[in-house]
């Protein structure tokens, strides 16, 4: 889908991320209300915005705000040959697994990250234990060991941020949730009306960012809003 209209709107923000480039002054990144999408949202293209004419991501339609969830809840999970109750996600693009901080199951049990040190993959994979997680040495894919060595139903694989924007954009009129910070935007952004709950990390992130506007804003179990 080309994206322009809401007849043919992109699926998802892995979409939005891949066509950020072509974000100009003025435009509107806009999720339909009711609609649930598995993020994070990283914007990164620097200068797409102006203070004239910023870049806004709002909702459109009547109902409830659309919600971005920052933990991949819905990525899928397969069985690593040769290794009992170890599960891995699929590549979700290149190097997407560094970003990814946290692992916990859906009944709030945090994993631990076993770290590799100068173990061989092989021998990495068979050091995990019950309840830890690792990464691809590329970066690509998520590695569980189960607590109970069956599949996992749902995980959530928690980056640093939920939506990241760059300078003079507006975020507006969300539900953020299950991530690091819930929103970081940039330098003389605006951050008004969102509801952001359940990050292990600040609601929104200021730091070091300069004349943001914020207000009215909604934010639960965060450890703070910076």
């Known amino acids: 889908n080309p994206g ?7 699926q998802t923000l892995a979409k939005v991320v891949q066509k950020e480039s072509s974000l100009k002054p003025g435009d509107s990144l806009l999720l339909k209300a009711g609609d649930v999408f598995d993020g994070p949202l990283y914007i990164s293209v620097l200068y797409p915005a102006a203070a004239a004419a910023p870049v806004t991501i709002d909702r459109y339609g009547t109902g409830a705000n659309p919600i971005i969830y ?8 397969s069985a690593t040959p040769g290794y009992t109750g170890i599960y891995q996600t699929p590549s979700l693009g290149p190097s997407w697994a560094i970003n990814v901080s946290k692992v916990y199951d859906t009944n709030g049990f945090k994993y631990y990250q076993m770290a590799r040190g100068t173990n061989t993959w092989t021998n990495y994979l068979s050091s995990f234990t ?46 953020i949730c299950y991530g690091g910070k819930g929103i970081e935007p940039g330098n003389y952004g605006i951050v008004r009306s969102n509801y952001i709950h359940d990050c292990y990390a600040a609601g929104i992130g200021l730091y070091q960012v300069w004349g943001c506007q914020v207000c009215s804003n909604i934010v ?4 703070s809003t910076e």
């Open 220 to 223: 639960v179990r965060a450890a």
């Open 130 to 175: 019950n309840g830890c997680w690792g990464k691809s040495s590329d970066g690509t894919a998520i590695y569980v060991r189960t607590l109970d060595n069956n599949p996992p139903p749902q995980m959530r694989l928690m980056e640093w941020g939920c939506v990241s924007t760059p300078s003079y954009y507006t975020v507006q009129n969300l539900e």
């Open 4 to 10: 322009t209209n809401s007849n043919s709107p992109w």
């Open 70 to 77: 920052g933990d991949h809840e819905t990525v899928t999970w």
